[in-house]
């Protein structure tokens, strides 16, 4: 059973400051892994998604990189903002679509003005 | 276009009733989903349907019923609802080219068991 694990649950730093955010996976066979993001009392938005056979997709100032062989995809925001606050998410999909996506906890973002 | 649209987006029970998550997409997705999402947790996968007709169990699907009989609709229906069913509910659907499948989320049902 596929499980992700995010690190850390919680992060706060001040405004303009790269930051990466972790993501492990426990079966490295997956289609793909996508990062959303979700503001409070809100749904998910999708930033961005990784096939299996890419190695990392950039969307402005953020880059999401996966590596099956060691379970793990980072994302990398750069020059944060205080609009970039929010809950990151990742999640794999383990089954192409079919059988839904297998979610971490997230990572609670704070960027301090 | 309006991507994923859920009905109601809030909703208060009282313990035994029963109701009905509403939940359309007009991307012409095959796949649809339902999740909760719990304080301080991951979503987890209440059921799925590969297409109209289809559908089969998540991880958490007891206390809960769904149908597909178009490929837009995948109401979920709760019966004789409990407080362990108090959440957020969100609805999903997603479309799968070759290796790629991407998931688009609707804006959640926050919903309430007292």
């Known amino acids: 059973k596929q499980e992700v694990t995010q690190i850390p649950a919680a992060l706060s730093v001040p405004e303009g400051e790269n930051l990466v955010l972790n993501c492990s996976f426990t079966d490295s066979a997956i289609y793909n892994l996508q990062w959303f993001r979700q503001d409070p009392g809100k749904g998910l938005t999708s930033l961005l998604l990784?096939?299996?056979?890419?190695r990392e997709q950039t969307s402005g100032r953020l880059n999401a990189s996966l590596d099956k062989s060691s379970g793990r995809s980072t994302l990398y925001i750069a020059a944060s903002q205080p609009g970039d606050s929010a809950t990151y998410l990742c999640?794999?999909?383990?089954?192409?679509?079919?059988?839904?996506?297998?979610f971490g906890k997230g990572t609670h973002l704070i960027i301090q003005p | 276009n309006a991507g994923v649209t859920q009905t109601p987006k809030f909703r208060i029970l009282k313990i035994g009733q029963s109701m009905t998550l509403q939940c359309a997409q007009d991307m012409n997705h095959n796949y649809m989903y339902w999740y909760r999402q719990d304080p301080g947790m991951g979503l987890k996968l209440i059921y799925y349907s590969v297409g109209a007709g289809i559908t089969d169990k998540g991880e958490v699907p007891n206390g809960y019923n769904v149908s597909r009989s178009t490929t837009e609709d995948f109401p979920l229906r709760l019966e004789l609802a409990a407080p362990s069913q108090t959440s957020v509910y969100f609805c999903?659907?997603?479309?799968?080219?070759?290796?790629?499948?991407?998931?688009?989320f609707g804006q959640g049902t926050r919903l309430t068991v007292v």
């Open positions: 999903a659907s997603s479309y799968s080219r070759g290796a790629r499948t991407e998931a688009f």
């Open positions: 999640a794999a999909d383990s089954g192409g679509g079919a059988d839904g996506l297998t």
């Open positions: 990784i096939q299996s056979s890419q």
